[in-house]
Nanobody
Framework: QVMFVESGGNLVQSGGSLKLSCTASGLFLDYYAVGWFRQAPGKEREGVSCFSASDGSTNYIDSVNGRFTISRDHAKTTVFLQMNNLKPEDTAVYYC???????????????????????????WGQGTQVTVSS
């Protein structure tokens, strides 16, 4: 059975750090771009960051650029999201998923801002809660 399992979420104070992990089971991540998404209460799910399997490039949305870092392990089974200088507005359930249509993350050509099409993603994990207190 193909699935992702996210972990690492926690309650942290504003300005703190967390490292999330997304481990794939039954899926070789070299074939898929992998994205991190988040959903806050009452809001739509939004893409946060993406790791391209094609060339190892990374993309972020503006609100996390410079604070979050996405990476993948050498075994190509786990994708990480290092989150620094966390803010209360980062509070959400964080999910990872594989892009079933491309190995390279979709992004703005000039700014490289991550611009995912959520319908392209599958094998969603159950999510991990991140809560940032002010």
């Amino acid at each position: 059975q193909v699935m992702f399992v996210e972990s690492g979420g926690n309650l942290v104070q504003s300005g703190g750090s967390l490292k999330l992990s997304c481990t794939a089971s039954g899926l070789f991540l070299d074939y898929y771009a992998v994205g991190w998404f988040r959903q806050a209460p009452g809001k739509e799910r939004e893409g946060v960051s993406c790791f391209s399997a094609s060339d190892g490039s990374t993309n972020y949305i503006d609100s996390v650029n410079g604070r979050f870092t996405i990476s993948r392990d050498h075994a190509k089974t786990t994708v990480f999201l290092q989150m620094n200088n966390l803010k209360p507005e980062d509070t959400a359930v964080y999910y990872c998923a594989a892009n079933l249509m491309r190995r390279r993350c979709r992004s703005d050509a000039s700014s490289r801002r991550y611009t995912p099409l959520t319908h392209e993603y599958g094998y969603w994990g159950q999510g991990t809660q991140v809560t940032v207190s002010s």
